[in-house]
């Protein structure tokens, strides 16, 4: 993988959020020269982006990708060899309080990444960052498998699943138009990410992390909610492994929506996510409140099955629950005690995942 990327030119849309931090982090560290096309991130605001510094990417730009004008020129400027699109209004309650910004970002925030693709010459390896949340949740015990149906009930939802739809257009009718030189694009689909850096307001490591500091309990919502939860390391591996298989010879054969979920042993309720984060917390005391109080619709109960993965990409996940809890506790209280310390321990933290992957498999 550190072959494949070194020296190339890679666009990271949304490099400015938690997992684009990492990813940026990550691409740079084996020798890829990062271009960050993002949002700034507010005045005052804890930023894992910040933190790691312009160290952790070759160039970074201040641009909203609903300009498409100013998309496309630096786009043109830039010539990459892959995209990581993760750009995004990325959580569900805010989708209610401004869905018009969740869909115009979501939606054709990503037809213009893709329209710009299509006029470059360099024919780029795209790989379009969704959500397990595409899928039409029925609320069924089975995992949702790459074919079956996209949806969207909230806000959030619908607009990543009209991404996809986008996605889908250009892969599957514009690119090929072009003939054998093009763009090949594929979609990938997370779970419940955590991590260290991730300072989000209501993801629930961030807010346990913000109750620990004010002495306050947490507060969860839907604690009996069923996710499929993963560190950040692990997607951000499926996010390159894909990507490698793009930039080969046999591209095409990996073109089209990939789950890149949890193991299956790592499905618990949100509940249980809470309990196991208290016996490695070394911060203040953490309690946990039940929030009854009503909220948005959330599913209860969503996975993903990533056989696909494990079967055409040789990919699966490389940390347990357990050990992405442990790996997001140990950033978090470093962090409390310093946060240089924290921003070398992002890297350490990179190389031990990289270690434990090749002792794994």
């Not at 960050?36 to 910040?50: F, K, N, W």
């Not at 070394?282 to 929030?291: K, S």
Request: charged share 25%.
């Amino acid at each position: 993988m550190r072959d494949t990327f070194k020296n190339k030119k890679i666009i990271l849309t949304g490099h400015t959020g938690f997992k684009g931090a990492w990813l940026a982090a990550w691409l740079t560290s084996i020798g890829a020269k990062v271009y960050g096309i993002s949002l700034s991130v507010p005045d005052g605001e804890d930023s894992l982006h910040a933190l790691l510094g312009k160290k952790a990417y070759h160039a970074s730009y201040i641009q909203d990708i609903r300009d498409y004008d100013k998309v496309q020129k630096l786009f043109n400027d830039i010539e990459p060899d892959c995209v990581f699109h993760l750009a995004a209004q990325a959580l569900v309650r805010p989708s209610f309080e401004d869905p018009l910004h969740s869909f115009s970002t979501n939606i054709m925030g990503t037809a213009h990444i893709l329209e710009a693709c299509r006029h470059l010459k360099t024919n780029p390896a795209i790989v379009c960052i969704t959500t397990d949340k595409v899928y039409d949740n029925v609320n069924w015990v089975w995992p949702y498998r790459e074919s079956d149906k996209l949806g969207g009930k909230d806000p959030y939802s619908a607009s990543k699943a009209g991404a996809e739809m986008v996605s889908m257009a250009y892969m599957r009718s514009l690119y090929p138009l072009m003939g054998d030189e093009r763009p090949h694009l594929a979609v990938m689909r997370g779970g419940n990410v955590i991590g260290g850096g991730d300072w989000a307001v209501d993801r629930i490591i961030p807010d346990a992390v913000r109750a620990s500091m004010e002495g306050k309990a947490l507060h969860i919502r839907n604690p009996d909610a069923v996710r499929p939860w993963q560190h950040v390391l692990d997607l951000c591996h499926g996010y390159m492994t894909i990507a490698e298989k793009l930039m080969s010879k046999a591209a095409k054969s990996y073109e089209g929506g990939w789950n890149i979920g949890s193991d299956p042993m790592s499905i618990v309720t949100v509940y249980d996510l809470a309990e196991k984060l208290k016996t490695h917390w070394q911060g203040n005391p953490l309690t946990i409140n039940i929030d009854r109080k009503p909220s948005v619709p959330e599913a209860h109960y969503l996975t993903l099955d990533i056989s696909k993965a494990a079967r055409e990409l040789c990919w699966q996940p490389g940390l347990t629950v357990n050990e992405s809890i442990a790996f997001t506790a140990d950033w978090y209280t470093t962090f409390l005690k310093s946060p240089e310390m924290a921003r070398r321990l992002t890297y350490e933290q990179i190389e031990i995942y990289s270690d434990l992957r090749r002792e794994k498999f």
